[in-house]
């Protein structure tokens, strides 16, 4: 039972980061994480980093057995979509960082950071249905 509580922990927070993502300027969030160049790098940042522990921590409760053979069959092809939307956050957001630490960010790269992250939150909320709502 703690395991599915730290997913869903987890899931809150990238959820969060990435409505974080989507208002930027709102009063109350969290400081920028220090490198980040603004509040938007520093929100991808964190749900980069919030979803990646999701990826490792499901990958061991398969490795483990957590879930049942009925369960696990749902869980594996959505935890490898959700590798996949990460994968491709990540790049988008690499490029993105650079570009902005150099002062040469453009809207296109935001844009493609903004989108490859709604899609990690789609991926997301398809491993929660996955695992039974939890």
């Known amino acids: 039972m703690r395991k599915l509580a730290t997913l869903g922990l987890g ?11 989507e208002v930027g300027g709102c009063a109350g ?9 603004n509040q938007f790098d520093s929100n991808a ?9 999701i990826i490792q921590g499901c990958k061991r409760d398969l490795t483990a057995g ?4 009925n369960i696990a069959e749902y869980v594996k092809p959505a935890l490898n979509g959700l ?35 709604n899609n990690v939150q789609t991926a ?8 039974g709502g939890n």
């Open 11 to 21: 899931i809150m927070l990238t959820l969060g980061a990435l409505g974080a993502v």
């Open 29 to 37: 969030r969290t400081p920028p994480v220090v490198g980040s160049v």
């Open 45 to 53: 940042y964190l749900t980069l980093v919030t979803t990646d522990n």
């Open 66 to 69: 957590v879930f049942p053979a």
């Open 83 to 117: 590798i996949q939307a990460y994968n491709v956050a990540n790049v988008a957001y690499t490029g993105y960082h650079a570009a902005a630490v150099a002062g040469t960010v453009t809207v296109v790269q935001q844009t493609q950071v903004t989108n490859a992250l």
């Open 124 to 131: 997301t909320t398809t491993l929660i249905a996955a695992r």
